[in-house]
């Protein structure tokens, strides 16, 4: 059967879905790359191309910039903090910025508030098959290859609605399925002392111990659960770990 693969943006979606099953029905297996609903997700201020693209210029090293987000709801009416708002722009190496600020807590969660260069894009396959974490798979890679600037300056609006791709992701536990292939693809790529490998793992379990609480010990959460003990032995001790993530020198970082 041949294959054949499709996308959209959000305001596509329904003439997607007509074509997904036309092809269907002419006989391709169709793989589809989203948008996964007709809800607008994330946009992007008109100053943000600017900032972002003047540290790529500043830095020749610089494969990513990015910059603060503003959450708002389905209906666009913002809603919590920004945090860290008006602080200097911070440059650091990429290796640093995937433990600090991807692994512990994911600073990229949408794709309209970052920035990267087109020589620092990871080779076709890498990172594709992800249907929820195949952003923040990305990013890292990416990251990686050279060093990360962060603006400072909220310049991107985020939407949270139910219908959002990471929300379905974690109802369903798809999400966490991925992670649980990711974790060991991206510490393959970086040499870390044990606990901090240990402390990363003990983050992703307390997160799906948190989102087994919250959508309810069905079949399909208990079955991951099961697969995520099965790998990583020692649970209370990866938890352990994560609780002083914070406090661990540098010099067991990098």
Not at 56 to 81: I, Q
Not at 84 to 105: E, I, K, T, Y
Request: charged content about 25%.
């Amino acid at each position: 059967m041949k294959k054949i693969g499709i996308a959209s943006d959000h305001a596509g979606y329904e003439m997607k879905e007509f074509l997904v099953g036309y092809l269907n029905a002419m006989g391709y297996e169709v793989l589809d790359f989203g948008a996964h609903s007709p809800e607008s997700v994330d946009y992007a201020d008109p100053a943000f191309l600017e900032r972002c693209v003047a540290e790529l210029d500043a830095d020749p090293a610089c494969v990513l910039a990015h910059t603060l987000s503003r959450t708002v709801d389905s209906e666009g009416r913002p809603f919590g903090k920004v945090r860290h708002a008006g602080r200097p722009v911070r440059r650091m190496d990429g290796r640093r910025f995937v433990l600090r600020h991807l692994l512990c807590r994911n600073e990229l969660y949408n794709a309209s508030m970052a920035v990267f260069r087109r020589s620092a894009l990871p080779a076709a396959g890498e990172y594709e098959g992800f249907r929820y974490a195949g952003d923040w798979y990305f990013w890292m890679l990416v990251a990686l290859q050279g060093r990360v600037s962060t603006v400072f300056e909220p310049l991107n609006a985020f939407r949270r609605h139910d219908a959002a791709t990471t929300t379905q992701g974690e109802r369903t536990g798809g999400l966490y399925e991925e992670v649980l292939q990711i974790l060991p693809a991206i510490f393959s790529r970086m040499r870390t002392a044990a606990p901090v490998r240990w402390a990363l793992e003990g983050k992703q379990l307390c997160r799906l111990h948190r989102a087994r609480r919250r959508f309810g010990r069905n079949e399909a959460y208990e079955r991951l659960w099961s697969r995520w003990c099965e790998t990583y032995r020692c649970d209370p001790l990866r938890r352990a770990w994560y609780r002083i993530y914070g406090a661990l020198p540098d010099s067991m970082f990098f």
